[in-house]
């Protein structure tokens, strides 16, 4: 079984529609994080958490949010989807040993949506 | 701001030959520094990293040496295989964040 799992791994949806991506892990991480992946443009931060406690904006929040249900589980909403929140989305843990500064980030295997 | 350069792709190369995808970073501090590498419709793994300057990160046939002088961290290897075909991030770990370049994608024909 995956570590960190993500779900649904596609989804296609309309314009002005909520969404929601759940990412639960298994890895017993403190650390999770929601990343979007463009062409040509690598993964880019949206939201970070360090603990259920701890919710982060990244680089590019605007149109997103997020909730940590547990320690395992940090879902993403797009409140009113539009179509360039088109991307692959990724879920990502990692431990917070050593502040986390040299802990590598463990990665889902991505969901693809798409808005219509 | 901190930020990493990688060269762009596609880098299409045939079997056993020899690899280079440059990678420079930009940052106030000490950062480490990482290596990732995405399968198709896979997410992205780590595939070495180096936490300090004169480090060398290795895996699976692929290093890396942390260039502080050079501000570098070109990944390598001797002689790739079909199955290396993929897309690589470098990426750097400053403080609280992991900042991604944009990737190289690497094509290996036999």
């Known amino acids: 079984d995956a570590d960190v799992t993500q779900t649904p791994r596609n989804r296609i949806t309309k314009t002005g529609k909520r969404i929601m991506l759940e990412c639960s892990q298994t890895k017993g991480h403190d650390r999770m994080y929601w990343y979007r992946q463009d062409p040509g443009l690598g993964l880019r931060l949206i939201y970070y958490s360090f603990d259920v406690k701890d919710i982060n904006k990244g680089e590019i929040s605007d149109g997103y949010s997020v909730s940590r249900q547990a320690q395992a589980k940090f879902s993403l909403s797009l409140e009113s989807a539009i179509p360039n929140q088109t991307a692959l989305y990724f879920c990502?843990?990692?431990?917070?040993?050593?502040?986390?500064?040299?802990?590598?980030?463990?990665f889902g295997d991505g969901t693809r949506l798409s808005i219509l | 701001g901190d930020s990493v350069t990688q060269m762009e792709g596609p880098v299409t190369l045939s079997e056993e030959a020899f690899l280079t995808i440059n990678c420079t970073y930009t940052a106030t501090g000490y950062p480490s520094l990482f290596w990732y590498v995405q399968y198709p419709g896979e997410g992205l793994q780590l595939l070495l990293k180096?936490?300090?300057?004169?480090d060398k990160g290795s895996n699976k046939g692929f290093e890396a040496t942390y260039r502080k002088e050079t501000t570098s961290f070109h990944l390598e290897k001797g002689s790739v295989q079909v199955s290396d075909s993929a897309v690589y991030f470098c990426?750097?770990?400053?403080?609280?964040?992991?900042?991604f370049g944009t990737g190289t994608r690497l094509q290996v024909f036999p």
């Open positions: 990502a843990t990692s431990d917070s040993a050593d502040k986390g500064r040299n802990q590598p980030q463990h």
């Open positions: 180096a936490t300090k300057a004169d």
């Open positions: 990426a750097l770990r400053m403080a609280d964040k992991l900042i």
